[in-house]
């Protein structure tokens, strides 16, 4: 970006494709905020650096948490579940 008496001049056009939930929300904010859809694409990305690093979660310290908190599957009911899907895979695979 280059700035020239006040004003800044952008020097870079990106294309990108968006589904139409999140091109209406582009919209919305571009209204709420009296901006371009640039503008409000530029703030959100600002904004979302300066917040925690999005690291992914660990599934197996997510299934943890959720065993300790009684929400987890009871564990017959999940070899239930893993016997019926080896079933089917071997369903499928015709074995």
């Not at 300790?68 to 017959?76: D, I, N, S, T």
Request: glycine share 6%.
């Amino acid at each position: 970006m280059v700035c020239c008496y006040g004003m800044a001049i952008m020097t870079q056009r990106t294309t990108f494709a968006l589904d139409p939930d999140t091109v209406q929300r582009l919209k919305r904010l571009a209204d709420r905020w009296a901006v371009s859809q640039a503008e409000v694409v530029r703030r959100s990305v600002a904004q979302a650096e300066l917040g925690p690093a999005a690291t992914p979660p660990d599934p197996a310290t997510l299934l943890k948490e959720l065993q300790a908190k009684g929400r987890g599957l009871v564990r017959e009911k999940a070899e239930s579940y893993l016997t019926q899907a080896r079933a089917d895979r071997a369903k499928w695979r015709g074995e």
